[in-house]
């Protein structure tokens, strides 16, 4: 029987409204601790990386908010191998633990003059244990949703782990903004976000660990009690063009994520010189639009495919980047800053939409963690978690502030250039399989 055979009945729609909440609320606390570490980072270089030159300080903390995604697609091929052994559920109530840990140390570890160079080297390791959980986070979040999901509604409830994504980045904003705005004369304010997550964590350790597998793995699980057990250069020989698709459709909403809604408000007030509130008050209200547009895109993709508006929406995103700067570079304004970011946050919904459902689409239910945990954290590694680094670097280095819309153009570049690759790799294996069979 394959895995395309009949699933169980589907769960009642309370069942299924706890396994989305308890799926997606993980995923908004990992990001809620990413964004809060990228708005802080002034606060963060000044404290544990203290340099006579604040733009180095800077470039060492977007340097220790890199490591974090390093270390993703080692853990994701562990973790996503897990995923499709155990279980989504079981991967995805563990690591919210080592998420709530990171956050802890984060928050209580003294600063450099405290305890000197011991401070840059928990975080560093803070930082590795939120890259290590963001790994089974993002793409077994994304297997359990779609998963869950019955047929005609995979797109929409995939879309929901990038709803939960822009909640936290709204949260994580509002923080940040009164951390700079009311709590501006308390020196440690910036701890608080840090500490309001760990406290959620417990609630989404609970929701975990009382959701049921979702049916479609139940299924395959209980027709192959040996899923999972496959080495890995067997999933890579099956999978490679899966992979390969997956890294390119993933690359321009992982830049989106890092450049525009994670880097872009420190790159509007320390290089364009912005107003921090305004700042930090246009990037909660665009994320608060991208919620809307996300779903919307997700049930649109459900009913006419999803090409039709990830594809011009890549396209469109690479084009736009130069004149977008451009026009922030020639006139910075918090309006201009506005202008751009709702730009942003209608491709960023057209882009994230449709991505869960056509990633996971890319893998058989059996390896579809694994794939997921791979591809997705690959690139995010090389084109996402260490762009504000890379940025950051090349600006110091050359003095030109349009670096950031270059990388988004190479970047795109790159990703059409994959989809390619992938798809045609899958028409010509369909092609030779076809002929064997023949012959």
């Excluded at 976000?193 to 209980?222: D, H, K, N, Q």
């Excluded at 992979?243 to 450049?259: E, F, Q, R, W």
Aim: net charge positive; aromatic share 12%; glycine share 10%.
């Amino acid at each position: 029987m394959g895995e395309g055979a009949a699933i169980p009945a589907r769960p009642a729609q309370k069942d299924v409204v706890r396994a989305v909440v308890a799926a997606t609320i993980g995923n908004g606390l990992e990001w809620f601790d990413y964004i809060s570490f990228a708005f802080f980072t002034p606060m963060l270089a000044k404290t544990f990386f203290p340099s006579a030159d604040p733009t180095l300080g800077l470039i060492l903390t977007w340097a220790s908010f890199g490591i974090g995604v390093v270390v993703r697609p080692f853990a994701g091929a562990i973790l996503g191998h897990y995923g499709d052994r155990i279980g989504r559920r079981r991967v995805l109530s563990g690591i919210i633990i080592a998420m709530a840990l990171g956050s802890l140390i984060i928050a209580i570890t003294p600063g450099y003059a405290t305890i000197g160079v011991a401070a840059p080297i928990l975080i560093l390791a803070a930082r590795i244990l939120q890259g290590i959980s963001a790994t089974g986070e993002y793409s077994s979040g994304i297997a359990y949703l779609v998963e869950y999901a019955a047929p005609g509604r995979k797109f929409l409830f995939g879309s929901y782990q990038f709803v939960s994504q822009q909640l936290a980045t709204v949260l994580a904003t509002l923080s940040a903004f009164a951390v700079t705005h009311w709590l501006k004369d308390i020196e440690w304010a910036w701890r608080l976000p840090f500490l309001a997550g760990i406290v959620v964590a417990p609630i989404g350790l609970y929701l975990r660990l009382r959701i049921a597998e979702a049916p479609e793995f139940s299924a395959l699980l209980a027709r192959a009690p040996k899923t999972g057990h496959e080495p890995f250069s067997t999933f890579i020989k099956r999978n490679w063009m899966g992979v390969v698709s997956t890294v390119g459709v993933v690359v321009p909403g992982t830049v989106m994520i890092y450049l525009w809604f994670l880097y872009g408000p420190s790159y509007a007030i320390s290089q364009l010189k912005m107003d921090a509130d305004d700042i930090h008050l246009i990037t909660a209200l665009t994320a608060g639009g991208a919620m809307l547009t996300t779903p919307l895109v997700g049930y649109l993709a459900d009913r006419t495919g999803p090409w039709r508006w990830f594809l011009p929406a890549m396209v469109v995103f690479g084009v736009s980047a130069l004149p977008m700067f451009q026009f922030m570079i020639a006139q910075p304004s918090s309006w201009h800053f506005f202008e751009c970011q709702a730009v942003a946050m209608v491709l960023y919904g057209l882009m994230q939409g449709p991505s869960a459902q056509l990633t996971a689409s890319f893998f058989p239910i059996g390896m579809r963690s694994s794939g997921l945990g791979l591809s997705i954290n690959l690139s995010v590694a090389l084109f996402g978690g260490l762009a504000p680094f890379y940025v950051t670097q090349m600006i110091h280095d050359t003095g030109d502030k349009m670096i950031p819309a270059y990388y988004i153009i190479v970047a795109m570049i790159i990703g059409l250039g994959l989809l390619v690759i992938g798809n045609f790799g899958k028409v010509a294996w369909a092609a030779a399989r076809k002929q064997e069979k023949s012959a």
